[in-house]
């Protein structure tokens, strides 16, 4: 079983959509979580991190249930440019390793 | 603030040959890791400094794979002799503090043929 699961997608949503990624860690250790953005041949790049009470950031929003090992991304409004890869992390306190997920591709059309 | 940089962008090279990638962090960052991405597998962790000193290299998948950050600031990582299963994207990470964001470079794509 992998250590972080996502749906690979492809989502493929009109402009103006809300969408909703969802992310299983298996790990019950685990402590920090997050998700990244990856663009076609390019690099990750951290979208916002991810904390039991929730959080906002914009149009995105993020949620975390532990008893459920569950982490989501919401986002609302979905633009052109969110079309990217969304990867679900997370890390363990006693080590710096990040445990990425394969990633789930969005694609927003017009 | 120049990000972090990994040299070269794209390496082809056959079985059996030896490549060496370089990455140069954040400068003042660190902590350096290595991760690389399989064809359809998910990114995984290679190996973490700290300044020179090897924290972490529990992903090293084998003898091949050889690290080292000499002096502390750029790192390279070599493989030699290199299999067609080595063939991924390779990228480079760097941090300030442990626990805190990192930031990426834009990988070295490996090829062998």
């Known amino acids: 079983r992998k250590e972080v699961e996502q749906d690979p997608g492809p989502f493929n949503v009109p402009e103006g959509a809300t969408v909703a990624f969802n992310c299983t860690y298996s790990n019950s250790a685990s402590q920090s979580f997050f998700w990244y953005r990856q663009d076609c041949r390019k690099e990750p790049k951290l979208l916002m991190s991810?904390?039991?009470s929730g959080n906002e950031d914009g149009r995105f929003t993020a949620q975390l249930n532990r008893a459920s090992q569950y982490i989501s991304l919401l986002i609302r409004d979905s633009k052109l440019s969110d079309s990217a890869t969304y990867l679900c992390v997370v890390n363990m306190d006693n080590t710096d390793k990040l445990i990425f997920g394969t990633g789930t591709r969005l694609q927003v059309f017009p | 603030e120049a990000g972090v940089t990994q040299f070269p962008s794209h390496s082809v090279i056959e079985k059996g040959q030896t490549v060496t990638l370089r990455c140069d962090p954040i400068?003042?960052?660190?902590?350096l890791y290595w991760y690389r991405r399989v064809m359809g597998k998910e990114i995984k962790f290679l190996l973490h400094f700290v300044k020179e000193s090897k924290q972490d290299e529990s992903g090293m998948p084998n003898n091949r794979f050889l690290a080292e950050r000499t002096g502390g600031t750029y790192s390279t990582l070599k493989v030699q002799p290199a299999e067609l299963e080595d063939s991924g994207v390779y990228f480079c990470a760097s941090s300030q503090f442990r626990g805190s964001g990192y930031t990426f470079g834009s990988g070295t794509r490996l090829t062998v043929v």
């Open positions: 400068s003042g960052h660190d902590n």
């Open positions: 991810v904390y039991s």
